[in-house]
């Protein structure tokens, strides 16, 4: 057993007895205060909550689709649109699938035109990140796709706070903090900001500043614990978190930890792969595929930058069996190889 010195300082020397060098909280506390009577488990200051949130998420026009309890609702407010503005939000904290955010305000656009609605509304992303995409190549294409379907993209704007009352929420400019934006909504699709289970972030010696398992890039292996290995979107891996980033990590972590079971070094190294399908409406899609450097890492030999029904059907039709079937069974390991294959061996 260890033995800690509390943080008290006794006035020593026999000048006063211990009875007389405290007084408890009762006596001391200012008047006016407050006395919660509990304890601080955890601080949290990067991940302030939304106000408002989550009771706005039962009031007319505000969805998300990361939850399942209220991914319905986006779909209703986009049926029950009247006109004003379509509010489409990313957080200030990393996140699952970054794509999505987005992919929804184009499906939402293309919904609005297909229903002659479009004209009635003002289509806005307000997103906290300081541009619209990650790899260059990709984001240069979206730019285009947004201006020739006029939405409005407002950078470095984190939402802040749901008013649901007078259907406002307001948004803090990152670039300029005691700056704040109040837009009126009819529809508004929350990307929450998100965390790693209290579980793992509460652990001090697995996990980084953020509370992200702290794994060596290329090995997966915990940089403290060689016993340790962790994929997905729990860890600290510079790469964006996606299933298809998981199907790259899990052949490298095969071997790495076959390798340190049988007494060998852990040398199978992960390039940081991982894939974002964005749709851009009912039948497009730009198939993003980039490695940690963000340089493109794309499996067919054609420009996947551009919009491309073929990329929409891969996404719809073949991807969730690659998910349910092969993923989860453990049979899918990304598509390296095709991708070897298709550009003979160079890629
Ligand atoms: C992928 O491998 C994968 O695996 C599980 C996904 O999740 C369902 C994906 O969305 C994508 C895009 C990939 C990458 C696969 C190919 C064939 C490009």
């Given amino acids: ?21 405290g007084k408890p909280m009762s006596q001391v506390l200012p008047k006016k205060a407050d006395w919660i009577k509990q304890r601080v488990v955890s601080f949290d200051p990067a991940n302030n909550k939304i106000k408002g949130l989550p009771e706005a998420f039962e009031t007319p026009g505000v969805g998300s689709n990361y939850s399942p ?13 009247k006109q004003g503005n379509a509010i489409f939000t990313f957080p200030a904290t990393p996140i699952k699938c970054a794509g999505a955010p987005q992919k929804i305000m184009y499906i939402a656009d293309e919904y609005l035109r297909k229903n002659g609605k479009r004209d009635k509304a003002n289509i806005i992303f307000n997103t906290s990140l300081g541009v619209i995409f990650g790899v260059k190549k ?42 704040f934006k109040t837009f ?56 964006s978190k996606t299933a298809a ?18 007494g060998k070094n852990p040398n199978s190294h992960y390039d940081g792969y991982t894939s974002c399908p964005l749709v851009t409406g009912y039948s497009k899609c730009i198939l993003a595929e980039f490695d940690y450097d963000g340089n493109p890492l794309e499996t067919f030999p054609i420009n996947q ?24 069974n453990g049979y899918w390991e990304g598509p390296k190889y095709f991708r070897k294959a298709m550009h003979l061996g160079l890629k």
């Fill in 1 to 21: 057993m260890h033995y800690y010195q509390p943080m008290w300082t006794l006035v020593g020397g026999g000048m006063k007895t211990l009875e007389n060098s």
């Fill in 69 to 81: 309890l209220y991914v319905n609702n986006t779909f209703e407010s986009l049926k029950n649109f």
């Fill in 138 to 179: 990709y984001a240069e294409v979206l730019w285009e796709v947004v201006k020739e379907r006029n939405l409005t993209v407002n950078l470095r704007h984190n939402l802040i706070e749901v008013k649901p009352d007078s259907r406002e929420a307001v948004f803090q400019n990152l670039d300029n903090p005691e700056e």
């Fill in 184 to 239: 009126e909504y009819e529809m508004l699709h929350v990307t929450p900001p998100m965390s790693t289970p209290d579980v793992l972030n509460q652990c001090a010696p697995l996990v980084d500043g953020a509370g992200y398992l702290n794994v060596k890039k290329e090995t997966m292996q915990h940089v403290d614990f060689p016993n340790v290995f962790g994929i997905g979107d729990c860890t600290n891996l510079p790469t």
């Fill in 245 to 262: 980033a998981v199907a790259g990590q899990i052949g490298v972590l095969r071997k790495n930890l076959s390798a340190v079971m049988a």
């Fill in 305 to 328: 930058a551009k919009e491309r029904r073929t990329m929409f059907h891969l996404k719809k039709d073949f991807m969730p069996d690659m998910y349910w079937l092969g993923l989860l």
